[in-house]
């Protein structure tokens, strides 16, 4: 229990509650009081005012007089007192500590957050190298890789189209047709192309080629003229020597032995129908017309071939333009009409093949050779300038092209990304270095950006880690 120092109201309602402290001059004193001192304090100022007596019902204790006021005060309902500056500066320490905790536990969890939604990004520049080319080179066909070798491939395209027609001379064909020719001597005759066989109405018909008729048989004395089957064709044009087996006489003779005993032993007859024999105006195209539909017709099959000859090409194999050969047949022309003809043109397209890979290692091999194997791109290789020195070998007997080629080729390192995501995931950004030296091969600038910037380390968890592969420096 606190010890409370209290007086008995003398005459005139004077008390020790209403003379007043000065609390700045009595703490300054606090530490020098002593017991002895107070006391003597308190009776030089009831010696100094009127004597009243005053009974003290508790001891004073060991407490200083500013103490014991600030107490006496407190407990006044007319206090004036004002706290004390030491226990508001106990009091502000208390929250800027409680504010403090409170402020350093939030830092930590949004670290712990923003650690767990971190993010990189690495920005790659490839090593790339300029490679200049201007040089002659022989390839073989078929060659082992990787000798530069070469194939060559053909494909052919037709185009028809319908124009125009004019009358033009007039024109006969010819009737054609098979006969039987016998033979009763007992002797083989030979009947040479161009014998002329004559049938029942006096129309002539030749021979179309050179027969020998055997000799006849006799079996149980029966003679068999021995015969054999030749072509023949009307000796003039028109439809007056067509002639159908089921309404015409059959016979032939042959013109030079008429009227003569041979006659009756070489003789012939007709065996089939003889058609085709006819007499007409022909349908012709004008020069102009056939020179634009030809112009036309190869203008459609050159982008056409084209396109075609590049479904052939096998994958890992190139072709330059200038090793491309593009050949047009003739204009065929036929009859459609008395008004209208049709006009066809065919193109035929030939390439020499190159394989890249072997052609890559012939041009650019020592520049190669400073990139790991099969971790690199070569641009520019279909964009060089490229001169046959000998005859394109589209000929199979032609075992081997000389050429020159020249530009420029741009090799440039490919980053495997899965590898450099594993070299950097969990590393600090000062070991950055470190992890990227190992690509330093394919790789010539590197960059990590970390989100948000305070994180200092790369993300262990692959998928939080992005690879940006800059390709503009190349121009590709």
Known sequence: PRKIIQDILPTKHRSIREESFDNDSVSAKKNTRSKSGLKSNLAKDRDAEEKVPIHIERKIDKRSVSDASHEI???????????????????????????????????????????SLARATITVTPRFETIPINTQITATRQAISPNLSFQTISTSSSATINVDSISGPIVGTYAKGTAILFN????????????????????????????VIPAAKTTNNKTAAGSMSVKIIADAPGPAFNLSLANAKTDLSIVAWQGTDKANIYYGKIASNITGGSIQTQSIVSSS??????????????????????????????????????????????????????ITVTETMSAVLFNVHDLENTIAKSAIAQFPANNYVVYGLPTLSFAATSPLPFSPTVSNLTFKISGNLIIVGVVDTASLKKSV????????????????SVISNARIAIVPFWIHHVPSNLDKISIFVASSTVGH
């Open 73 to 115: 005060g407190s407990r006044n309902i007319r206090n004036t007192a004002k706290p004390s500056k030491s226990r508001k500066n106990k009091f502000a320490k208390k929250w800027y500590l409680i504010g403090g905790g409170i402020l350093i536990v939030c830092l930590i969890i949004i670290y712990m957050v923003s650690t």
């Open 425 to 440: 995931a969990g590393i600090s950004l000062s070991d950055g270095n470190n992890a990227f030296r190992q690509f330093a």
């Open 184 to 211: 009763a001597s007992s002797t083989a005759k030979t009947i040479i192309v161009g014998t002329r066989l004559q049938d029942s109405r006096g129309l002539i018909y030749k021979t179309t080629s050179t027969v």
């Open 289 to 342: 017309t056939l020179a634009a539909a030809t112009k036309n017709l190869s203008d459609q099959l050159s982008a056409a071939t084209t396109s075609l000859m590049h479904g052939l090409i096998p994958n890992g194999y190139l072709t330059y333009p200038q090793s491309v050969q593009i050949t047009f047949s003739k204009p065929i022309v036929a009859v459609v009409s008395t008004s209208t003809a049709s």
